[in-house]
């Protein structure tokens, strides 16, 4: 196609003509459309749904007793027989067939010849009680052949050569537990070593994190009259989950159908488990005949859903003694646990980021990701980005001790300004919106950094201060890791209210209710006069996953699309009404008039009708498809993403020397989304991705045990921050617009906690004047540190 | 089998019998907060809970009677927590272990005779008891024993006490107004959490000089909470002060405490910060008692 | 049917135990059985959808229910326990139509993302204010220390309960929806 698709003008037409105009919805507080029933209690998450089928039967998972063993034998007889239980399912019974994986066919719902983390399903047993069916699941006897486990990724491969190592491989059918390998070749790098002034390296490390979201999984799946089946999921990708039921069950698409209620919390966590989760559920209701719950108590939704992939990296970077970057070497091994998941694109999301938001001349990034068996990991708000920008901001840190230079400074010689190109040789311009340099000095002033950096590191005694810096860039949604589109139907009843259907879902980032405040601003309808139709893959349409920070700014577009061609409706039926150009309508919901003579009104509810009489159709589908991204597989050049939010955080901490504890005080995060659409949303996702990377940063990690079983499966051993940890935090807003985005917006979901974790490791660094190079930063590590300090 | 029955007794003695009837496999519940969560981890099975929520009018209560206070097993953490007859300094360690215990809501149910009966390392409340040398009495169809608290505990959930018996009331001297008590936890995060090490402090002064000290931590080497008495024994007598503190501690401390590495800490770590921590409760013991 | 209590031979885990208590000011007598929890009969049997099962544990808080005037965690409660008992759920914690002062103040202060944990956060907060019509920061901190919400609106629910103490003392405790702050 050579022509420019008509939604590329159509957006650019809109943003350019709402670019200076005084908002009336579109970045104001305004009340999210769900938030009455949610306070009430009356919102409906996919468990509440249980209590209204009266023949339900539930679905219990039997998990296998080994992380890495083959399956000899399975003996269902026992259990099959135990009053109450309608059948036992096994890998033998499936219809269609055995995988649920997200990218790769690599996982399959029930184990069949042999299981390979302590998640792995052997059974399912569906009965008549959840009670019956655990204890009908103890009488399930299989007979495993134990193997080696791995625990340790650096097993698999060597972190200096990246070469697979002899282990008894996790997926032998594959012939190897390298699943992935991305390079960035740029310049020259080892001249750039040769002549550099100083050079830095180190190896750095994160752990697996858990998304620990309030609502554990649950699928409820109701066999429908014609062999279809309809199944409610707590998932954020509703039409990926259809094609992982479809799949196992051996359906089509369209006769199944997935139904998204309120979900409590996904941050990427319910990507993919939902494929599995919903399977689960689908098969049960097939196979009895009856509606079928599948729930997973907080233990299996932590041993049972995919994690953050830890880190180990190498890296070393090169600078002139006035500091500008020469080069940036990286080796980075991602551990993928059991299972592919989102394991194909979280490296390549790590490789587009691992050199941090500067200009880089010459760079070599080899980024591997590997199986082990460990639980698996996929997607984690941030997708392998918080993992790299630690180790980044930790080494520019190193860099500014070297030279000299104050952090800030170092980094301010070196930050992605409109004009530079990135380490992708990607020209940014002013089109994508490049504010990093803004948000720098934002929260550089409201922190009072420099005056603070200076006077904490004069503190002596027991109690230490630091302050840090971390900064970051995020490409906007999928980037060249599929078919990056999006779609919204808006419908005007012939009453005036309007209905939003989209595939997006909402998991509490609520940025479905930006849409709404688009559309509202375009069609100048008050945001209250919208309904959002939960996700339904029958009757939504297909918007793509909500992942990759994409729900604002490809939904968004989208949204302009559709509102775009509705308006230009309205206003030929409203011309035709108030004899006044269609240029000069104005609808300010329930008024219509003619800007030139504001006499000449009518109501909203008027032009609406008028245009059912008149035949003009009052529903619209707006698509988007984003610009192609580009990528060369052997150098890492191209254009990754179609644009980048920035951000630059610092935080604030004090340091008990004595016992390690770390207490973050204040954390500033100034952030260039663009233009901010839901300034709520934005506002609450810039404070909750805070607290999140707080608890990255300082307490979470998700330990196996060498036989990969899992050591604190509960949310008393794995610490999440609760009201006590959490600090002041003050967000700041910088709107370098994306002028291909809708109204100029840009992605925030996972910049919100990309760099924090970062920022809160520079800053204790600062405090105890040691070389932080694992997360979390517990208080035995800090100890650790101190000690090690005193030795040498 | 994961489903159970329960028995709701009419009394003390009504409940003392159904163990006769119901023979091994009664077990009884109290606040629920730890036996729920291990019977869910499969850890402990049982075909019947012994409901013992019913006698709480009979077994929640704070009273000094003869020298002695007296706390029924059945008083909740929050009763302990807001007890006016325990709202003196000298009961001030008490407060501390009760106000961190877990959350707002598990205080509201836990209890005192549960929290000594889970016998684990980290029971807040046991720890502390400890450091007033208090006694546990249980009662069977036989009668009833009492059984120091220093003797009570035989390992990582096991006790002295027999599948037969519940455990009634926990008892200890009425301390002097010269004494007071502290009780700190450390975790990696500022919000609740269980404790890497745990240790209780009970002290009784004649102006600066240590009079008498108990000392207790989460552990000294076994798998349940024990006394320091090496290092109680150091500092009887002595002058408190900073550097007398800071000496018994690093030198007296490591020679009686053990410490295990696991998951969650190194047994360096908690040797160190055991010390670090009994400093700091010592020196704070020492403000209360003083009144600062 | 047996009473809470007497039980017919030593082991019967299939009998139903009837009890009887008050929720949200509505007696209600049910059947339950002896090992079931106070949260799957606030939930299953009586609809009170609020009352949510996050972790099943005690550590999380989204189950917790307001029960003899205390805070309590259903999910490590059991079911006969109810017997005589006033228990208050989010449900009852306003007249039908009106929102209590918690709940306007969270709204008012913005602070909805999932909402999952805001029933357990609600019922919490009214416990505090019950109990302490004027906490102070570190009061709230404290009373809200065992509700985790992953999203993160902890700082909003101290503005938001500090904006109900204030409504509560000028006498104002129901409003109505349409006063919500849109």
């Known amino acids: 196609m050579s022509t420019v698709p008509e939604y590329y003008k159509i957006v650019e037409e809109v943003f350019e003509k709402y670019k200076d105009k005084e908002f009336l919805f579109v970045g104001r507080y305004t009340q999210r459309w769900d938030s009455v ?217 369209n006769k199944v159908r997935i139904v998204v209620p309120a979900v409590g919390g996904g941050f990427g966590g319910k990507e993919d488990v939902a494929n599995e989760v919903a399977a689960k559920a689908a098969l049960a209701a097939v196979l009895t005949g009856r509606p079928a719950f599948a729930v997973h108590t907080r233990e299996e939704s932590i041993i049972g859903h995919s994690k953050r992939h830890p880190m180990v990296a190498w890296y070393r970077h090169a600078a002139k003694k006035d500091g500008t970057l020469l080069a940036v070497e990286a080796n980075v091994v991602l551990d993928g646990g059991a299972y592919a998941s989102l394991g194909p694109f979280v ?24 199986y082990t068996n460990n639980v698996y990991a996929g997607a984690f708000r941030g997708f392998g980005n918080p993992q790299v920008i630690f180790a980044v901001e930790r080494q520019m840190d190193l860099l500014a001790e070297e030279l000299g230079m104050d952090p800030v400074e170092l980094r301010l010689k070196n930050i992605l300004r409109v004009g530079d190109e990135t380490v992708h040789g990607q020209k940014l311009t002013e089109e994508h919106g490049v504010g990093l340099e803004e948000a720098v000095m934002k929260a550089v002033e409201a922190s009072n950094w420099f005056e603070l950096r200076r006077r904490y590191s004069e503190i002596t005694g027991p109690v230490r201060k630091g302050i840090g810096i971390a900064l970051f860039y995020h490409g906007n949604s999928i980037g060249v890791e599929g078919a990056d589109y999006s779609s919204v139907t808006l419908i005007i009843n012939r009453d005036g209210s309007v209905s939003i259907r989209t595939g997006l879902t909402e998991f509490g980032q609520g940025s479905t209710w930006g849409l709404a405040l688009i559309a509202a601003e375009i069609l100048g309808v008050p945001p209250s006069y919208f309904k959002i139709e939960n996700p339904d893959t029958s009757a939504t349409p297909d918007a793509g996953p909500t992942v990759a920070s994409r729900a604002t700014v490809m939904g968004g577009a989208a949204t302009v699309v559709a509102a775009y061609k509705l308006r230009k409706r309205l206003n030929e039926v409203a011309s035709h009404i108030l004899g006044c150009d269609p240029e000069d309508i104005v609808i300010r919901a329930p008024d219509v008039y003619c800007s030139s003579d504001p006499k000449r009104r009518t109501r909203w509810a008027d032009v609406v009708e008028q245009s059912f009489w008149l035949g003009v159709p009052l529903q619209e589908f707006g698509y988007y498809r984003a610009p192609r991204a580009l990528w060369d597989e052997e150098t890492g050049q191209g254009a990754p993403y179609i644009t980048y939010t920035f951000g630059a955080i610092i935080a604030d901490v004090d340091v008990d020397i004595e016992t390690g504890l770390v207490k973050v005080n204040k954390i500033f995060t100034a952030y260039d989304i663009g233009k901010v659409i839901n300034r709520m949303g934005a506002e609450l996702n810039a404070e909750g991705g805070a607290i999140q990377a707080l608890g990255y940063a300082l307490m979470e990690e998700l330990i196996h045990d060498k036989e990969g079983r899992v050591s604190n499966p509960n949310l008393s051993t794995y610490y999440v921050p609760t009201i006590k940890d959490v600090p002041e935090i003050i967000p700041l807003w910088v709107e370098a617009k994306y002028k291909k985005g809708p109204l100029g917006a840009k992605g925030f979901g996972e910049p919100s906690f990309n760099a924090v974790a970062a920022a809160i490791a520079n800053a204790v660094a600062h405090a105890i004047r040691a070389n932080v190079t694992e997360l979390p930063i517990t208080p035995e590590r800090v100890y650790m540190l101190l000690k090690n300090k005193q030795k040498t | 089998m994961f489903r159970f029955d329960v028995y709701v007794p009419k009394d003390l003695r009504d409940a003392l019998e159904a163990f006769k009837i119901y023979g091994e496999g009664l077990v009884p519940i109290a606040g629920g907060t730890d036996l729920l969560v291990l019977y869910r981890q499969g850890i402990i099975r049982f075909k019947a809970l012994l409901d013992l929520w019913s006698l709480r009018s009979e077994l929640s209560y704070i009273k000094l009677e003869d020298g002695l206070v007296k706390i029924g097993a059945l008083t909740t953490i929050d009763e302990l927590n807001s007890s006016e007859l325990l709202k003196d300094k000298r009961f001030a360690g008490l407060r501390d272990a009760s106000k961190t215990f877990a959350s707002p809501f598990i205080r509201s149910v836990a209890t005192v005779g549960g929290n000594v009966g889970a016998a684990h390392p980290l029971s807040d409340v046991a720890i502390t008891l400890l450091t007033y040398d208090a006694s546990v009495k249980v009662r069977s169809l036989e009668g009833e024993r009492v059984i120091p608290l220093r003797s009570f505990f035989l390992d990582k959930r096991k006790t002295v006490k027999r599948p037969d018996e519940l455990i009634t009331e926990v008892f200890f001297s009425e301390p002097p107004d010269n004494a007071s008590s502290v009780f700190i936890k450390l975790d990696r995060k500022v919000g609740h959490g269980m404790g890497y090490v745990a240790v209780g402090v009970y002290a009784e002064l004649d102006g600066d000089v240590i009079k008498n000290v108990r000392i207790a931590f989460d552990s000294m080497g076994r798998a349940f909470p024990e006394r320091a008495l090496m290092t109680e024994d150091a500092l009887r007598g002595m002058e408190l002060s900073e550097r007398n503190v800071d000496r018994v501690v690093r030198e007296v401390l490591p020679k009686e ?31 209360r008692v003083r009144g600062e | 049917m047996s009473e809470v209590g007497a039980s017919r031979a030593p082991w019967d885990i299939y009998r139903d135990i009837e009890v009887s208590f008050k929720v949200n000011g509505k007696e209600v007598r049910v059947r339950v059985k002896p090992y079931e929890r106070l949260l799957d009969v606030l939930r299953n049997k009586l609809g009170l959808l609020s009352v949510k099962e996050g972790c099943g544990r005690g550590e999380c808080g989204s189950c917790v229910v307001i029960m003899n005037g205390k805070l309590i965690p259903t999910c490590l409660t059991l079911a006969v326990r109810a017997e005589g008992s006033e228990i208050l759920t989010l449900e009852g914690i306003a007249p039908e139509g009106k929102l209590h002062a918690i709940q306007k103040a969270l709204l008012d202060t913005y602070s909805m993302q999932c909402g999952f944990c805001f029933p357990g956060v609600i019922m919490a907060s009214k416990y505090l204010l019950d109990k302490n019509p004027d906490p102070t920061e570190d009061e709230i901190r404290d009373a809200l220390d065992g509700n985790i919400c992953r999203c993160g609106s902890y700082l909003r629910f101290i503005k938001a309960v500090k904006l109900a103490s204030k409504y509560i003392k000028e006498g104002k405790v129901f409003f109505d929806e349409s006063e919500v702050l849109r």
């Open chain 1, 37 to 253: 029933e949610k306070i009430k209690g009356r919102a409906l998450f996919t468990a509440d749904f249980a209590r209204l089928y009266s023949n339900l039967v539930y679905v219990h998972s039997v998990r296998t007793k080994y992380a890495h063993a083959l399956i000899k034998s399975i003996d269902v007889s026992e259990a099959s027989g135990y009053p109450g239980v309608l059948r036992i399912i096994t890998a033998k019974d499936i219809p269609g067939i055995n995988d649920v994986g997200y990218v790769i066919p690599d996982q399959p719902l029930i184990a069949d010849r042999k299981v390979r983390y302590v998640g792995d399903i052997v059974a399912l047993v569906v009965a008549e009680n959840p009670l019956v069916a655990r204890e009908a699941g103890e009488l399930i006897n299989v007979e495993y052949e134990p193997l080696p486990v791995i625990t340790n990724p650096l097993d698999v491969v060597d972190l200096m050569t990246l070469k697979e190592k002899p282990h008894t491989l996790v997926h032998d059918e594959r012939g190897s537990d390298i699943l992935v390998h991305y390079k960035i070749r740029r310049g020259d790098v080892e001249k750039a070593m040769r002549e550099a002034d100083v050079r830095v390296e180190g190896v750095y490390k994160t752990p697996f994190q858990e998304h620990a979201y309030m609502e554990p999984e649950a699928s409820i799946a109701i066999p429908e009259p014609d062999g279809s089946v309809t199944v409610i999921a707590s998932t954020q990708c509703p039409f990926d989950v259809r094609k992982a039921v479809a799949k196992v069950l051996g359906l089509t698409l």
């Open chain 2, 257 to 287: 405490m053990g410490r295990i590495s696991d998951y969650r800490a190194s047994a360096e770590y908690r040797l160190y910060l055991s010390q670090v921590l009994l400093k700091r409760a010592l020196l704070e013991v020492g403000r």
């Open chain 1, 347 to 370: 490296p390549w999301r790590a490789t587009v980021h691992a050199t941090g938001p500067y200009k880089v001349q010459s760079a070599r990034v080899d980024v591997v990701r590997v």
